[in-house]
């Protein structure tokens, strides 16, 4: 059998500007695109929404060259955030505490389909316009550029290649200017709206057009952000001092765990990844 690693990558699929257009000029250089939309649980709804911006990419690339796969990362999840999720957000942060493990959920199984696949490469559609330092009030603690690189250090050590290919190639207005262009759909509240995630825009019926799955839960988590439009406090040294012991021990044992129980052997799935490499 094959094993020569394909030329195809993952992309963690929200649906939203930045994983789309990752989508886009990426499935113009490899041969496949997967988009894999993760399902947490805990009020996380409408995992298809991005079902015609989809359409469009199969439409545009070519129906062969695109791949769109939900994959149920609730029970990895529960053990990296939910198990002592109280206890970390007194210390850390509702977001560090909840989001960070979300984020790094979704690159664990990256590695995982990564390797039971022969791909090489997985992404995201991680920006320095969302990264905290940022003035824009929009800012997420999983853009920043250590937390990626902690991303990116323990994905190799699976022989799996993490890369951020628009954290600095344009802006979010560029890109959504030409999403725009090619039809895409983009929410509502993630075009130029004033103050986007303002509570009050719920009372408008555009706010419900939905392209992007609705993580409630994370809108909650930032309830000061969208109720009072106050950025979270937070800072690099703190999510990684809060992460990566849980990346080590959870993303590890996870990993190993999930191929011992499918019966596939890891060291040589390695071993012959290292041989194409």
Known sequence: MNRKLK????????????????AYILGKKYDKIHLL????????????????????LKKILGNEKVVFKVKDMKDLFKKMSIKDFFKNSKKYGNETSWCIPCRTSMGIMSIIYALENNIPDYTDGANWEQAPDQ??????????????????????????????????LN???????????????????????????????????????????????????????????????????????????????????????????TGKDLKEILNKRNQFK
């Open 7 to 22: 030329k195809e990558a993952i992309i963690q699929f929200s649906g939203g500007i930045d994983s789309l257009y990752t």
């Open 37 to 56: 939309t993760f399902y947490k649980g805990y009020l996380h709804f409408g995992l298809n929404f991005s079902k015609p911006n989809i359409d469009n």
């Open 135 to 168: 003035e824009n009030l929009l800012v997420t603690a999983d853009n920043y550029p250590g937390y990626l690189k902690l991303i990116k250090e323990f994905s190799n050590s699976y022989k799996v290649n993490y890369f951020s290919p628009v954290y600095k």
């Open 171 to 261: 802006t979010r207005e560029e890109r959504r200017k030409l999403l725009l262009e090619l039809g895409f759909k983009i929410d509502w509240n993630s075009l130029d709206v004033y103050k986007p995630k303002s509570l009050t825009n719920v009372f408008n019926r555009n706010f419900y057009k939905r392209y992007q799955p609705m993580c409630i839960s994370g809108w909650l988590i930032h309830w000061k952000r969208n109720f009072f439009n106050k950025k979270v406090k937070t800072s690099e040294e703190q999510v990684l001092e809060f992460i990566k012991p849980k990346l080590d021990l959870y993303g590890t044992n996870y990993i190993e765990t999930y191929f011992k129980n």
